[in-house]
Nanobody, 120 residues
Framework: QVQLVESGGGLVQAGGSLRLSCAASGSIFRLNAMGWYRQAAGKERELVAVISSGGSTNYADSVKDRFTISGDTAKNTVYLQMNSLEPEDTAVYYC??????????????WGKGTLVTVSS
C-alpha cells in the first residue's frame, strides 16, 4: 500500500505565500510523476501543477509565474511553492502520485487534501 501525506496548508492574506509538501511512502518501485490538484467549493477538481520523474513540469495557466512545483526523488516528496496568492486560489489542494508499485502494477494515489484559504 502507498500513502501520500500532505502538509503546509493554512490561511494567508492575498499576496502572501505558502509552501505545500507531499511525501509518498509504502510499496513504491518507481514514481512516474507527482502533482497537485485543487478543488474549490462548488467546483470540479482541477490540475494545478505536475512534475515527472525526469523533471518536466506542467502548470495550469491560472498559476503560471506564481506557483513552482519541485521534487526530491530521494525522499519521494513533491513541493508546491505558491507566491502572490489570490482569493481565487482558495481550495482544498490534493497531492497525486502516478507510480509503479512493488509488484509492477501502475497505480494512481491521492492524498487526503490540505486546505488553503486566501483572504482578501
Amino acid at each position: 500500500q502507498v500513502q501520500l501525506v500532505e502538509s503546509g496548508g493554512g490561511l494567508v492574506q492575498a499576496g502572501g505565500s505558502l509552501r505545500l509538501s507531499c511525501a509518498a511512502s509504502g510499496s513504491i518501485f518507481r514514481l512516474n510523476a507527482m502533482g497537485w490538484y485543487r478543488q474549490a467549493a462548488g467546483k470540479e477538481r482541477e490540475l494545478v501543477a505536475v512534475i515527472s520523474s525526469g523533471g518536466s513540469t506542467n502548470y495550469a495557466d491560472s498559476v503560471k509565474d506564481r506557483f513552482t512545483i519541485s521534487g526530491d526523488t530521494a525522499k519521494n516528496t513533491v513541493y508546491l511553492q505558491m507566491n502572490s496568492l489570490e482569493p481565487e486560489d482558495t481550495a482544498v489542494y490534493y497531492c497525486n502520485a502516478d507510480l509503479i508499485g512493488s509488484r509492477g502494477q501502475r497505480s494512481i494515489y491521492w492524498g487526503k487534501g490540505t486546505l488553503v484559504t486566501v483572504s482578501s
